[in-house]
């Protein structure tokens, strides 16, 4: 499996300001996605990070919220914008390692605290 | 009905038994099916996955999928007070590389 590592750990944020997030893997992969895990609950996934081109969002998240980048085959960034005390959170990104079984290694995670 | 379910728990077994996690699923097309095991204050860690019907075997752990019931399980012999977390179930939906957790069993091993 990868070594992940994400940048912050945890961050405290003020109400309408904006936080990013950074995922580093140590060897290129294919695929990255970005979920959220918000407090009691289990993984949602925001988008899928795809190398040159645009995310794909899932339904219920949007670009201008979450704003992603992916500008090779080991980095990501997630932007959350205008943040909100809802916006608290624990932000995962993970590694899909294999085309056939579609299995995925997660990141240690940044635990966002909105004020 | 939800895509991935899973009972919440908490489960409790005595130390050394066996513990039983079921998990259900609902897309009929899903071809990959994963245990990921969370500490409190961590993140998910991979333990098993499987992807053929019946019994994979790993140490302690065992993981068994019946595609005809949309059914898997994991099943952890000699539990250890290590083992106490929150088991997650997910499932490789849409056809695609996308994976859909259940909300996770929390399970607790006791002396």
């Known amino acids: 499996s990868a070594v992940i590592s994400q940048k912050p750990s945890r961050d405290i944020c003020q109400r309408g300001t904006s936080l990013t997030i950074q995922c580093q893997v140590d060897s290129q992969v294919t695929m990255m996605f970005w979920y959220r895990q918000q407090p009691g609950q289990s993984l949602t996934l925001i988008a899928t990070a795809n190398q040159g081109s645009e995310a794909t969002y899932e339904s219920g998240f949007v670009i201008d919220k979450f704003p992603i980048s992916r500008p090779n085959l080991t980095f990501s960034t997630l932007t959350v914008s205008n943040m909100s005390p809802e916006d608290s959170s624990i932000y995962l990104c993970s590694v899909g390692v294999s085309s056939n079984f579609y299995e995925q290694y997660f990141g240690p995670g940044t635990r966002l605290t909105v004020t | 009905q939800k895509e991935v379910e899973q009972n919440s728990g908490p489960l409790s077994v005595p130390e050394g038994a066996i513990a039983s996690l079921n998990c259900t699923y609902s897309?009929?097309?899903?071809?990959?099916f994963f245990w990921y095991r969370q500490y409190s204050g961590k993140s998910p860690e991979l333990i098993m996955f499987i992807y053929s019907n019946g019994d994979k075997e790993d140490g302690r752990f065992t993981a068994q999928l019946n595609k005809a019931s949309q059914y898997v399980s994991l099943l952890i012999r000699d539990s250890q007070p290590s083992d106490s977390a929150t088991y997650l179930c997910?499932?490789?939906?849409?056809?695609?590389?996308?994976?859909?957790f259940g909300t996770g069993t929390q399970l607790k091993v006791e002396l």
């Open positions: 997910a499932v490789n939906t849409g056809g695609g590389n996308k994976l859909t």
């Open positions: 897309d009929r097309g899903s071809q990959s």
